[in-house]
């Protein structure tokens, strides 16, 4: 193919090729980079685990996202914890963590552990108490969590225990 597919003005970023154009805050004109070893450990937190933010309000500006890593030492278990409005979806990069949650759909409480291996995927809904646990004895667990808000929202809990709906 010797033609480009489309011209300076044209296609999906017309602005890319008009000097006119106006420019946007920095935050929102362009791509941010957030290396491994510059993830911010200053963020909620609960016990028996370690977050860090690279994607947030603010390590880059976002408005309605969070994302970043969690670490769970061997042989530990997190506190009982939700997190409020946000979605959460996790993906496990190493490691065989449990996430722990009651179960309440059929009438009476049922305590449930999802057995993850890496490259496992778990959503979290809002507002639902859960646990994570690392049963390895050597080796920590290290998850990628991306939240629906900007700010990584944790309620920590005296017990795991389902929320009664109106609480919801």
């Known amino acids: 193919m010797s033609e480009p597919l489309t011209t300076p003005g044209e296609?999906?970023?017309?602005?890319?090729?008009?000097?006119?154009?106006p420019v946007g805050p920095p935050l929102r004109s362009r791509l941010h980079h957030i290396r491994a070893d510059s993830l911010d450990g200053d963020t909620a937190q609960t016990g028996g685990m370690r977050r860090?933010?690279?994607?947030?309000?603010?390590?880059?500006?976002?408005?309605?996202?969070?994302?970043?890593?969690?670490?769970?030492a061997p042989a530990t278990s997190s506190s009982d914890h939700h997190h409020g409005e946000s979605e959460t979806a996790i993906y496990?990069?190493?490691?065989h963590p449990e996430f722990v949650f009651l179960d309440n759909t059929a009438g009476h409480s049922e305590e449930v552990r999802l057995r993850t291996a890496p490259g496992d995927y778990i959503f979290v809904p809002p507002f639902v108490p859960h646990r994570?646990?690392?049963?390895?004895?050597?080796?920590?667990?290290?998850v990628v969590i991306a939240r629906s808000t900007q700010e990584a929202i944790v309620v920590n809990l005296p017990r795991l225990y389902a929320l009664p709906e109106q609480d919801a």
């Open 132 to 142: 994570e646990e690392n049963p390895d004895p050597t080796d920590e667990a290290v």
């Open 92 to 95: 496990v990069v190493s490691g």
């Open 11 to 21: 296609g999906f970023h017309p602005h890319l090729h008009d000097a006119t154009a």
């Open 52 to 72: 860090f933010a690279a994607v947030s309000g603010h390590t880059v500006g976002s408005e309605k996202l969070w994302m970043g890593q969690t670490h769970v």
